[in-house]
């Protein structure tokens, strides 16, 4: 009897263990893994702030229009000048998303956050002052 008593309550730890031990890997920011899938045919909106190239951020929409091409647009705040279309192709790496522009966001970028809501990438990261880096800052919106 004792046996079984130790056995049902070993039963009811092991399984208790396992529910709360369980985790959503979408979570864990570190472990950043993009595909091309995750992009195709989506709509972002948000920022873009590169010190390098402008003092104030800039307001910006990008399309991912195929697996390897998208367009977007951008303004700078008024009377900070500077808006336009952008045309971009790019490809991904793992955690790494190479864009290809003529104006604003050309550069290998690293993913600091990804769900489906929330796109976070900077390049410029290993600059010596840290004042160099890029941040495009994007929400979904479709």
């Not at 190239?53 to 900070?80: C, M, Q, V, W």
Request: with cysteine; net charge negative.
């Amino acid at each position: 009897m004792k046996l079984k008593k130790l056995f049902n309550i070993s039963l009811l730890c092991f399984c208790f263990l396992n529910i709360i031990s369980c985790s959503d890997d979408n979570d864990d920011d570190n472990n950043v893994y993009l595909k091309t899938e995750d992009l195709y045919q989506t709509v972002w909106r948000g920022t873009f702030n590169d010190p390098n190239l402008h003092p104030s951020p800039a307001d910006i929409g990008l399309e991912f229009t195929t697996k390897t091409e998208g367009k977007g647009n951008y303004r700078y705040p008024e009377g900070d000048g500077g808006a336009g279309p952008i045309v971009f192709t790019y490809g991904i790496e793992g955690k790494i998303i190479h864009l290809h522009a003529s104006i604003i966001i050309p550069g290998d970028y690293t993913v600091i956050k990804y769900n489906k809501r929330d796109l976070i990438m900077q390049k410029n990261l290993s600059s010596a002052d840290g004042k160099s880096v890029a941040t495009l800052t994007l929400t979904r919106v479709n």
